[in-house]
């Protein structure tokens, strides 16, 4: 009895069992709660859409010396970086919630209703921080005639993935701080705001550095 009850403890704190390493490096994949994989990624896509379109409002237009708008100091870009954040807000809300009647084992009908709610607002908010990303041009901040493409979109590409390294060393740190015996959740929410910091902030460094304004009409 004894060997059988030390077997099942070392099986809670050790990885690469039943999938726990896998949820360390990769929380949102729950291995013990299957339930709580589609929200936790759903949420995931959420936060780093919404990250990027904040990097872009924040360091490609609102921090260049010609913008008409958002000039003090920091101040500035933390306003633009404000605005997709506040675009979705309700449904990061939601989702969380979707998440925690995953992880809780909620009763199926409400949290079916929840559910459907926060996917369809999470749609929508998507769209609209998107477009409303998009739209943000020269025109509304300097004198150009024409912006310039900040950066390619294998930079992006590359700065989404350094993220979720980071994200997943962020969350093999906590494990391991922890003594291995954070839970799924923690580890998920650690993992989860790395990225997000992570995406803005290595997406500031190029999007910083490029050109905002075209070269005509610069004034």
Same mark, same amino acid.
């Given at each position: 009895?004894?060997?059988?009850?030390?077997? #099942?403890?070392?099986?809670?704190? +050790?990885?690469? /069992?039943?999938?726990?390493?896998?949820?360390?490096?990769?929380? @949102?994949?729950?291995?013990?709660?299957? +339930?709580?994989?589609?929200?936790? #990624?759903?949420? @995931?896509?959420?936060?780093?859409?919404?990250? *990027?379109?904040? %990097?872009?409002?924040?360091?490609?237009?609102?921090?260049?010396?010609? =913008?008409?708008?958002? +000039?003090?100091?920091?101040?500035?870009?933390?306003?633009? &970086? %404000? /605005?997709? /954040?506040?675009?979705?807000?309700?449904?990061?809300?939601?989702?969380?919630?979707?998440?925690?009647? @995953?992880? +809780? $084992?909620?009763?199926?009908?409400?949290?079916? &209703?929840? !559910?459907? *709610? !926060?996917?369809?607002? $999470?749609?929508?908010?998507?769209?609209?921080? *998107?477009?409303?990303?998009?739209?943000?041009?020269?025109?509304?901040?300097?004198?150009?005639? !024409?912006?310039?493409?900040?950066?390619?979109?294998?930079? =992006?590409?590359?700065?989404? /993935?350094?993220?979720?390294?980071?994200?997943?060393?962020?969350?093999?740190?906590?494990?391991?701080?922890?003594?291995?015996?954070?839970?799924?959740?923690?580890?998920?929410?650690?993992?989860?705001?790395? *990225?997000?910091?992570?995406?803005?902030?290595?997406?500031?460094?190029?999007? #910083? !550095? @490029?050109?905002?304004?075209?070269? $005509?009409?610069?004034?």
């Amino acid at each position: 009895m004894r060997l059988v009850t030390a077997d #099942h403890s070392r099986a809670a704190v +050790r990885p690469g /069992v039943d999938g726990q390493f896998r949820g360390i490096l990769w929380p @949102a994949s729950f291995p013990g709660t299957p +339930r709580a994989r589609v929200p936790a #990624h759903g949420l @995931a896509a959420l936060v780093v859409i919404t990250s *990027v379109c904040a %990097a872009f409002k924040g360091f490609y237009w609102a921090d260049d010396p010609q =913008v008409s708008q958002y +000039r003090e100091g920091l101040w500035g870009p933390a306003q633009a &970086v %404000a /605005v997709p /954040v506040g675009l979705t807000a309700v449904p990061l809300l939601l989702t969380c919630a979707v998440l925690a009647g @995953a992880v +809780r $084992s909620w009763p199926r009908v409400p949290y079916r &209703v929840l !559910a459907a *709610v !926060a996917w369809t607002m $999470s749609a929508v908010a998507i769209f609209v921080v *998107v477009v409303e990303t998009s739209l943000t041009n020269d025109s509304d901040y300097c004198t150009a005639n !024409a912006p310039v493409d900040p950066v390619s979109v294998n930079v =992006v590409a590359l700065c989404l /993935v350094a993220a979720l390294v980071a994200g997943s060393l962020a969350g093999w740190i906590a494990w391991v701080i922890s003594r291995r015996r954070a839970r799924p959740v923690v580890l998920y929410a650690v993992w989860l705001a790395t *990225v997000a910091a992570a995406v803005v902030l290595t997406l500031a460094v190029p999007l #910083h !550095a @490029a050109q905002t304004c075209g070269p $005509s009409g610069m004034g």
